[in-house]
């Protein structure tokens, strides 16, 4: 039972940024990458694309949580 009241307990925020990592994690978003053998990738993005890149998508998670939708909401 305590399970149950701790998860209503969670902070919208606290789902958002959970699931902000899994989509990250799962589709490589902001993943910094290092030069690797073989081919030559493309050139390294700057750490401010990284950031907003992961506010950006943050954003998007924070609006599936409280169930705004992608396509109405104002960008």
Known sequence: MDGINNLA???TEDIA???MKYVADM????R??????GFGG????RPDDHVNQLLELY??????VEGGTERGAAR
């Open 9 to 11: 307990a969670r902070r």
């Open 17 to 19: 940024l959970d699931l």
């Open 27 to 30: 589709t490589g978003v902001a």
């Open 32 to 37: 910094l990458t290092g030069p690797a053998a």
């Open 42 to 45: 493309a050139a390294t993005q």
């Open 59 to 64: 954003g998007r998670c924070l609006r599936a």
